[in-house]
């Protein structure tokens, strides 16, 4: 595993801004590199292909519908990541500005804000879902399957807000390697086993996986939402903006 460092941040001194961003790349036969974020773990692909094997299990018809559903749902979901974003960008700044106490309130504004506006997408989401997805399929039983998935979809996505949020909140402050092993523990602990049991085992179906993808969401966003609470990225925000000084002492000529 090869962990490369970079921070982002502006510098009290010069007022210019640094780029600084955790990664983790790791080459393997797929040939694929992996960013430190909300969906860049390494069990991300592994795991979300053994939760759609488990659908295509349940027939054409849950398949379908949880295909639908997941494309309708891509543009909460892209709204979270925007917000996520948005926020690795203010945080990074204000971290390498040694603003550290602002830093911490903008991330758990961000949050309050992110989950009134995704929970009023949501909700919009899922009264509209009998419209939207009848565009995708004449098939009642396909609809009527993909309906149920998008209102279970407003607790889903509520909770990948704490997720996304925190992730990228994290990552900014050069404390990624925590919401990478948070994200391996609950993906392959929790959402898959759990799919399975409630999918498969119980024979829930398709409302049994989602259930799992709820619980993997919130276990995941309260677990890095309290690490960012509790300061544990403060010391990681220290060591990124030392960084930073000393490369602006490398970058001054010498007197």
């Known amino acids: 595993l090869d962990v490369t460092t970079s921070i982002q941040g502006s510098s009290l001194n010069s007022g210019r801004s640094l780029s600084v961003t955790q990664t983790w790349a790791e080459p393997s036969a797929t ?31 849950s398949l379908a519908a949880f295909a639908y559903s997941r494309q309708v ?31 911490r309130r903008e991330l758990i504004a961000s949050v309050r804000k992110g989950l009134v506006f995704i929970l009023v997408a949501s909700l919009a989401m899922a009264l509209a879902a009998p419209h939207v997805l009848s565009l995708f399929s004449a098939d009642a039983a396909v609809v009527a399957a993909a309906v149920t998935l998008q209102r279970l979809g407003v607790l889903l996505e509520t909770g990948r807000v704490f997720n996304v949020v925190a992730v990228n909140g994290l990552r900014a402050t050069g ?16 959402w898959v086993p759990l799919a399975w049991l409630l999918g498969i085992h119980l024979q829930l179906g398709l409302a049994g996986i989602i259930i799992a993808m709820i619980a993997d969401e919130w276990v995941r966003g309260l677990l890095n939402f309290s690490r960012w609470t509790r300061g544990g990225w403060i010391k990681h925000a220290e060591h990124s903006r030392a960084q930073v000084a000393a490369a602006q002492e490398r970058e001054q000529p010498a007197a």
């Open 73 to 103: 749902t891509i543009w909460v979901m892209l709204s979270s990541t925007a917000i996520g974003l948005g926020t690795e960008i203010l945080v990074g700044h204000l971290v390498g500005a040694g603003e550290v106490e602002r830093a």
């Open 175 to 190: 404390d990624g390697r925590f919401p990478l092993l948070m994200g391996i523990f609950s993906m392959w602990g929790i």
């Open 31 to 61: 040939g694929w590199t992996l960013v430190g974020g909300e969906n860049a773990y390494p069990s991300t692909c592994p795991s979300r292909m053994a939760v759609t094997s488990f659908a295509s299990r349940m027939g054409e018809t």
